[in-house]
């Protein structure tokens, strides 16, 4: 039976949280489900939404570890007058659509700073009849709040507005515990669905032979690698035998762009990121990256050899999370964001180069399709409201 979908994504740094969303929206439309795409952050062009209407709202984006100083496309501070455009399109979004469930991805847990938008388009699904389910959809790792009160907020929140909380990772690797307190009723709503890959390129069969001098640097869409990019520059210069590759994302600007193409040695390339992200991946013999979520679903995909360095920028805390479980299960190398040198890096990188490949245990990575499964229930399960709802 064809179900309405709307799921609703805001990005502020890097793409990560919209091709996530993008990639369940994607397969939910696989599945024969009418879906609908909100996304309130910057437009990405490696971001695929084939069979799924994107409605995009006007932009808001936020530097470095701030998540607090909303900037429009231009870099100045939003105003007022944007905030106001985007909820009402929010709102006639929901109206136009009318779904059987409604996805808010990582708002009540993050995007606090959006949570005017947020909570009228939930109180809107809540006074719909016929009422949609309403999902929350986070990754494997948060970044719980320091003040107990934001904490408390969130939780009564999931208590008197969503039907479940689908977490998209595996247990097995990372519980949500290791970054959020789950108290009794939390965990009544939570359902791991697995990693959530982004339709990477499938299989190895028929990729390249991995080069055994090639070493592949990846840092993400936003700016926030770039002290990545730099580094692996000069390590370049460290290891002659060595080809560094550099692949920099979109978000980074031109200037800097130039810049690191111009401070490259012989031997050395820098280029855009690209959509042959992961064939370029098994044809190396390290990756050297951050530890985003699809990052690493890249490096389970692939069984690379990889050094991550994760961005630990301002109160940053997931990447180090993620990247400190898989190198204590000797399935990566991390090298804290702290101690990123060249020396430092073209040492980690010799260092992995001696190992051999990693063997990942076996993770649930059918996210995507647990996701479709479990939002294909919540659109047909009865939903009485709860007690204080429309408060």
């Given at each position: ?38 996304s ?5 062009r ?18 470095l ?12 501070p ?8 985007r ?12 779904p059987?469930?409604?996805?808010t ?24 009849t ?8 986070v ?5 719980a ?17 969503y ?9 097995a ?23 959530v ?19 592949l ?6 700016a ?12 370049a ?18 200037q ?12 050395v ?10 064939t ?23 069984q ?5 360095v994760p961005?630990?920028?301002g ?11 898989l190198?204590?299960r000797?399935?990566?190398?991390l090298l804290?964001?702290a ?33 479709v499964?479990?939002?294909?229930e ?5 939903r ?8």
């Open positions: 039976m064809t179900r309405r979908i709307l799921i609703v994504v805001t990005h502020l740094l890097g793409a990560g949280h919209l091709t996530r969303a993008a990639a369940l929206a994607r397969a939910a439309a696989r599945s024969g489900h009418r879906v609908t795409l909100v309130g952050g910057m437009p990405s490696l971001v695929s939404t084939d069979g799924v209407e994107l409605i995009q709202l006007p932009p808001v984006r936020a530097p570890a701030d998540f607090t100083a909303l900037q429009d496309e231009g870099g100045h939003v105003r007022p007058e944007r905030l106001a455009a909820q009402a399109m929010l709102l006639e979004a929901l109206a136009t659509t009318r059987d469930v409604v996805v991805e990582l708002f009540p847990f993050g995007r606090r700073v959006l949570a005017a938008e947020f909570m009228a388009l939930i109180e809107a699904a809540r006074s719909s016929p009422r949609p389910g309403i999902v929350a959809s990754r494997d790792i948060l970044v709040p320091e003040r107990p009160a934001k904490l408390a907020r969130t939780e009564d929140l999931v208590q008197r507005h039907d479940a909380v689908l977490v998209h990772g595996d247990p690797l990372v519980p949500l515990e290791a970054s959020w307190p789950v108290g009794a009723e939390l965990r009544q709503r939570l359902r791991y669905t697995g990693y890959d982004n339709d990477g390129e499938p299989g190895p069969v028929g990729s390249p032979s991995p080069d055994p001098a090639l070493v640097v990846s840092g993400g869409s936003s926030a690698s770039l002290p990545v990019y730099r580094t692996a520059l000069a390590a210069a460290e290891t002659p035998r060595l080809r560094w590759q550099v692949l920099v994302g979109h978000g980074v600007a031109e800097e762009f130039r810049s690191l193409q111009g401070s490259a040695r012989a031997g390339t820098v280029e855009r990121a690209r959509p042959d992200f992961r370029l991946m098994r044809k190396s013999a390290v990756f050297v990256g951050q530890a985003g979520y699809n990052t690493v679903m890249d490096i389970v995909a692939t690379a050899r990889a050094v991550l961005f630990e920028q109160r940053e805390t997931e990447q180090r999370l993620r990247a400190s479980a190198a204590e000797g399935l990566a190398t804290p964001e101690e990123l040198d060249a020396a430092s890096l073209a040492g980690a990188v010799l260092a992995a180069l001696s190992r051999t490949p990693p063997r990942f245990p076996a993770l649930r990575l059918d996210g995507a399709t647990e996701t499964r479990c939002l294909e919540l659109a047909t399960s009865a009485p409201v709860a007690a204080g709802a429309a408060a």
